[in-house]
C-alpha cells in the first residue's frame, strides 16, 4: 500500500496546508530523487511527511 493510505492526496494537502496538483506529484511519488547539482554548502536536508501529517527532518553532509 502507498505511502498516505488509501487518500494520500487528502491527507497530504491538510498537512501541507496546501493545494496538491496531483498530475505533478504523481511524477515525484517515489522513493528515488531526481538528479541534482552538489549543494556549495556541502549540505542537503531531507523531510518526510506521512499521511499522519508526521514530520521527520535529516540533514546530510554530501
Do not use: C
Not at 556549495?40 to 506521512?50: F, P, Y
Amino acid at each position: 500500500m502507498p505511502t498516505g493510505a488509501d487518500q494520500p492526496y487528502d491527507k497530504l494537502k491538510r498537512a501541507l496546508r496546501a493545494e496538491i496538483d496531483e498530475a505533478a506529484w504523481s511524477t515525484l511519488y517515489t522513493t528515488t530523487s531526481r538528479p541534482f547539482n552538489r549543494p556549495e554548502t556541502g549540505k542537503l536536508a531531507v523531510k518526510v511527511i506521512n499521511h499522519y501529517g508526521d514530520e521527520v527532518l535529516k540533514v546530510f553532509h554530501v
